[in-house]
């Protein structure tokens, strides 16, 4: 069975960190690309970072380079994403997808997480 499961979401004051997590299971993690997606309250889901199968590659939106950093542990099948200098545009519900190709797009997602809620406050 498949599971993708986020981790690590909460409430955090402007200009703090929070690192998520993504664990999977039920698939061959190794030959996945690894996306983080977001969606703020009435906004539409947006691409935050992707990251290939072997971690070489990775791509940050232009909102979030300098501040995100995401990583990848093949022996832990985990995903993280470190977000730093949080600001309050980032609040949104962030979901981990997993992907056959790099970069990771929304319309060729093989496995959704269910999301972990960031709230920064002002």
């Known amino acids: 069975q498949v599971q993708v499961m986020e981790s690590g979401g909460g409430l955090v004051q402007a200009g703090g960190s929070l690192r998520l997590s993504c664990v999977v299971s039920?698939?061959?993690?190794?030959?996945?690309?690894i996306g983080w997606f977001r969606q703020a309250p009435g906004k539409e889901r947006e691409g935050v970072s992707c990251?290939?199968?072997?971690?070489?590659?990775?791509n940050y939106a232009d909102s979030v380079k300098g501040r995100f950093t995401i990583s990848r542990d093949n022996a832990k099948n985990t995903v993280y994403l470190q977000m730093n200098s949080l600001k309050p545009e980032d609040t949104a519900v962030y979901y981990c997808?997993?992907?056959?190709?790099?970069?990771?797009?929304?319309?060729?997602?093989?496995?959704w997480g269910k999301g972990t809620l960031v709230t920064v406050s002002s």
């Open positions: 997808a997993a992907g056959r190709y790099f970069p990771v797009v929304a319309g060729e997602i093989s496995y």
């Open positions: 039920g698939f061959i993690f190794d030959y996945y690309a």
């Open positions: 990251i290939s199968s072997s971690g070489g590659s990775t």
